[in-house]
Each structure stands twice: as structure tokens, then as C-alpha cells.
């Protein structure tokens, strides 16, 4: 028997494990003390407690654990990474280089930049989603200084070619950034093997809480140096001040941790599962479409356009499935999707499309519900869509 409803929109944001709940418990009501109060037992218990988390999350990530910087999340590590390497490096140049489907949370940032007077190369993607190394490495300048690629794309899951842009960077002495949120834990990362030196990751995109998140910053090979955004006590290496919210840390560890841990064997359980989801619609409905690369994408991403349904219809009408039409983060904004306009979708079509976001606690049982509940639902407002109605019989999207 199905539980209703079923959440597939992990990318947006994901169930915090019991197990993480179960690390965090005793930093609220036990082990509450300030971590930078290392004079007394509460506060080195809890400095104890952020020092192991920040192991974990550097292993996660292959990292050394003394280059891992806690922060509210992604878009805040984005923010650091992004304006803190423009500031650091003024001198040595203006130029940012960025590509066209990345999140708002590195968009915004370049385009604040842009406005305080620096220059941003914008590179466009193919019909996949992937950008081309080869026009990174044209679009970089002598007054370059950053460039920033997500490792993979919150939208359409593409895995962008990461490991030959972090080549290209090292060679011309560029600094590197990635947004990693959705790929870390989902597939395996390694800064080294990526060459990257700046990388951002969230908590809640992993199984841990909300509001914390962590930046990666390259202390060997060449060290990086960035202005802080935040000023005061001067924790966490004197980037990111305030008081630490231990809890939240800890959580961040044990869902790095849970993740070294479960990744190949869930990774390929949640692969099966969105090929199964694919499957299914694919032989029950004609006009779909699969954005984003068919082979290089995250395991549990699933991205389709439904010719002649608006999403937003479709997830009105299935109301016992939660699926979302794009970024939660843009959900308020007007417009299709700048990932699927990126890619070449038309309005229409980019309007049609809906993601799905497997995880963690999806089972096969749900997944054979939702293919039936996605087959009904498009066939029925199909029929009250007068564009599909007048489509001709063999045409194909």
C-alpha cells in the first residue's frame, strides 16, 4: 500500500535522516555550549563536536579539513566564494567568467559584481546542457580571476566536464568555484581529482538541516584567499564570523558521513528507479521530451516536457505528488526557466516541463503509482487542450 502524498522533489530540499536528527539532539539540550568557549567543558564539547563534523565534510569531499568553512548554506558559500575572490584579487583583475545555466545563487552574485564595476562573461551551453572546456578556456582574459561552473545542474542534472575545466584553469592560473549543492552526495567528488579551489555544498540538499552548509577552500597547492562578506568574532578562520550553531554543524557531518557511506550502493538503487520513472512515462504517453544529458546526469534527476500541458497544470492536478517545475529558489519569478530557455526550449515547451527528484526513502512501489498517476493525468488535460488537439498525428516534439 502507497503512502499519500509522495514527495519526489529532493532537489529542492530533502528529509533530514533520523540519524542525523539523532546526532543533532544533544547540542540543543545537553552539550549546549558556545564553541569558541574552549575554557570550560560545555564549550569544548561543543568545539569538539565542529571539528569532527568538519572532518567529515572534508572527507566527503577529499578535502584537507582545516579548508572546510561552515556556513547558512550554498548560496551564502556562493556568495563568499564569488564576491570574496573579486574583492581579494582586484588587483590582479576584473574579470569573472561564469556560464548561463547556473544557479541563481552564482547569477546574482555575478550580476552585483557586474554593477560594482567588474566584467562577467556569461558562456552559453549546448542543446545538453553542457558547456564546451574549450570555450572556457577561449573566454579567459590576462585580467581574469575566478571562474565559476556548477559540477551539476539543480534542474536538468546535467554533469558538466568539471575535471578538464579545472585543467584548463590550473594551466592559465585561474581560480576555479564550483556550486556543488546537488552533487555532493549524489555522486562521487573529489576537489583534486576536479581541480577546482573554491567548492559550496548544503546541508539540506544531502539529508541534514536547513540553514547550514559549508564552503571548500584550497589551502594546498596554492593557497586562496578570500575578503570576508560577514565581520565580527572572527570564527571559522576569520571568513565567516558568529557564533557557530553547533547543532546544525553536527548534522552536516553526519549526513556527510551517511553519504561516504551509502553512496554507491543508493546512487545506483535511485538510478534504477528514475530509469524505471522514464520508462514508464516514455511507453505510456507520445510528445515527452528529456532535458538534459541522457547519460552524464545526476542519478536521481528526471527533467521532461510534456507537450500541450502547462506544469504548473500538471502539478495542480496531481496534488498527492510533490514535483516541482524548476528551481524552488525561482519559483516566485515569472517566466520559464532560464536553464530550459539555456538549452534552446521554446516558451511553450519550457512552460511544459516538470522535474522530478528522487531520494533516499523513495521506494519502487511509489514510483510504479506515480508513472500511472503522471500516464492519467497528462492524458486527461490533453484532452482540454485545444494546441495539442490540433497537433497532427505524426508530429514529434
Known amino acids: 500500500m502507497v503512502q499519500l502524498p ?9 528529509r533530514c535522516d533520523p540519524r542525523v ?31 569532527q563534523a568538519r572532518r567529515q565534510v572534508a572527507a566527503l569531499i577529499g578535502a584537507a579539513e582545516n579548508e572546510i568553512i561552515f556556513t547558512s548554506g ?17 588587483h590582479k583583475g576584473n574579470h569573472i567568467i561564469t556560464v548561463a545555466t ?9 550580476k552585483r559584481l557586474a554593477h560594482d564595476g567588474y566584467e562577467v562573461t556569461v558562456l552559453a551551453v549546448d542543446e545538453l546542457g553542457v558547456v564546451d572546456p ?13 571562474v565559476s561552473v556548477m559540477l551539476a545542474n539543480n534542474e536538468i542534472g546535467t554533469i558538466q566536464p568539471l575535471a578538464e575545466i579545472g585543467r584548463i584553469c590550473r594551466e592559465k592560473g585561474v581560480l576555479l568555484h564550483t556550486d556543488a549543492a546537488q552533487a555532493v552526495g549524489k555522486i562521487p567528488v573529489n576537489v583534486d581529482e576536479l581541480q577546482v579551489d573554491l567548492l559550496s555544498l548544503s ?20 593557497r586562496v584567499r578570500l575578503e570576508p562578506q560577514i565581520d565580527g568574532g572572527g570564527q571559522e578562520s576569520g571568513l565567516r564570523s558568529g557564533t557557530l550553531a553547533v547543532p546544525l554543524i553536527v548534522g ?22 528514475r530509469d524505471r520513472l522514464w520508462q514508464g512515462i516514455r511507453e505510456g504517453l507520445d510528445g515527452v521530451r528529456l532535458n538534459g544529458h541522457p547519460v552524464q546526469r545526476l542519478p536521481n534527476n528526471l527533467n521532461v516536457s510534456f507537450a500541450g500541458v502547462k506544469g504548473e497544470a500538471l502539478l495542480l492536478a496531481m496534488k498527492d505528488v510533490a514535483i516541482s517545475t524548476g528551481s524552488a529558489c525561482t519559483t516566485a519569478r515569472l517566466g520559464p526557466s532560464h536553464v530550459l530557455k539555456a538549452i534552446g526550449l521554446d516558451d511553450e515547451l519550457a512552460d511544459a516541463s516538470v522535474r522530478f527528484g528522487l531520494g533516499r526513502f523513495n521506494t519502487e512501489e511509489e514510483i ?3 508513472i500511472g498517476q503522471v500516464i492519467d493525468t497528462v492524458r486527461r488535460l490533453r484532452r482540454y487542450a485545444t494546441v495539442w488537439e490540433l497537433r497532427p498525428s505524426n508530429a514529434t516534439v
Not at 543533532?24 to 563536536?49: C, D, Q, R, V, W
Not at 550554498?74 to 582586484?90: D, F, H, I, P, Q
Not at 574549450?134 to 575566478?146: D, G, N, S
Request: charged content about 25%; overall charge positive; proline content about 4%.
Open 252 to 273: 552536516l557531518g553526519a549526513a556527510c558521513q551517511l553519504c561516504r557511506e551509502l553512496m554507491p550502493q543508493e546512487a545506483l538503487r535511485v538510478k534504477q528507479l
Open 102 to 110: 547556473e544557479h541563481k545563487a552564482v547569477l546574482d552574485p555575478c
Open 368 to 370: 510504479e503509482w506515480v
Open 6 to 14: 509522495i514527495y519526489l522533489d529532493n532537489h529542492a530540499t530533502t
Open 203 to 222: 546541508g539540506h540538499k544531502i539529508y541534514g538541516p536547513k540553514g547550514i552548509g559549508a564552503l571548500f577552500v584550497r589551502k594546498r597547492d596554492r
Open 134 to 146: 574549450q570555450c572556457v578556456a577561449e573566454a579567459i582574459r590576462p585580467q581574469t580571476i575566478l
Open 21 to 51: 536528527l539523532q546526532a543533532m539532539l544533544p547540542y540543543f539540550t545537553e552539550k549546549y555550549g558556545n564553541a569558541s568557549s574552549i575554557n570550560h567543558i560545555f564549550g569544548t564539547e561543543a568545539h569538539e563536536a565542529v571539528e
Open 74 to 90: 550554498a548560496t551564502e558559500s556562493n556568495n563568499l566564494a564569488l564576491k570574496g575572490v573579486a574583492r581579494m584579487y582586484r
